[in-house]
């Protein structure tokens, strides 16, 4: 089985040399310390890249220090995609970065597993995420299978997995563990926002009041940058914050 999956690698490698498109590889499990850590270092590189993808690359992908950092497909295509030309080729789906600090060796294939089914249930989004243990697993009991996991609750922002995230999974002799994590986007996508000309929700939020309209993005904006809209009904523009997809806050005075 592992000739076979080296020799499947080896043709796409062959493959994108001789077309001249690069083959770009995420590192599913990154064992390292995300504070100087850049975007290339969650990649495997085969063939030649522009010049401008090479600087993309070169961007940080940092997380505060006891921070786990989860990076999906879709940042490094949406990140990448303007530079790299056609052609190119992204193989895996998310690249998982564990301080060795954080986690114990035998417990980073847990926690692997466990964001693997968290990200399935697609309260991820497109952007990276930080996530930090606030439980970790009892060693005692981790399972030698995958285990099947069951979510207790799960805090969201804006349909995204912003907050608490707390699980439980059966472990070694039939005991029930339990992992809970905070989770944070880190690195938002502009997909995850609002984009520009599109109708929008606008919330109006004056201390405890808050007053909903419906509204028209004049610019395009990844959650938690600044955006223009305007809204019809009081014929006027309003400076405000993406708060989600097609979501808008707006701070009154």
Do not use: C
């Not at 490094?76 to 060796?105: C, H, I, K, Q, Y």
Request: no cysteine.
């Amino acid at each position: 089985m592992r000739r076979v999956l080296l020799l499947a690698i080896a043709i796409l490698v062959a493959a994108a040399a001789a077309t001249g498109a690069a083959t770009l590889y995420l590192r599913r499990v990154v064992s390292a310390d995300p504070a100087g850590l850049t975007v290339g270092d969650l990649l495997q590189v085969a063939g030649e890249i522009p010049r401008a993808a090479q600087d993309l690359l070169s961007r940080s992908a940092a997380a505060p220090a006891g921070r786990m950092l989860l990076v999906p497909a879709t940042f490094f295509r949406e990140l990448l995609a303007g530079s790299l030309g056609d052609g190119a080729t992204f193989v895996g789906n998310r690249s998982l970065v564990v301080p060795p600090a954080l986690a114990a060796e035998d417990a980073v294939g847990l926690l692997d597993r466990l964001v693997e089914w968290l990200d399935s249930q697609g309260g991820f989004g497109r952007g990276a995420v930080e996530l930090e243990i606030l439980q970790a697993p009892e060693r005692g009991a981790l399972p030698a299978a995958s285990p099947g996991f069951t979510l207790v609750r799960a805090e969201r922002t804006a349909g995204l997995l912003s907050g608490v995230v707390e699980a439980t999974f059966q472990g070694a002799d039939n005991r029930v563990s339990r992992v809970v994590l905070r989770a944070r986007q880190a690195i938002p996508s502009a997909a995850d926002g609002v984009r520009s000309g599109e109708t929008v929700q606008v919330f109006f939020r004056r201390g405890a009041v808050t007053i909903e309209m419906e509204g028209r993005a004049l610019s395009a904006a990844a959650p938690g940058q600044g955006i223009t809209v305007w809204v019809a009904d009081s014929r006027r523009s309003f400076a405000g914050t993406a708060a989600g997809r097609k979501v808008v806050d707006v701070e009154l005075p």
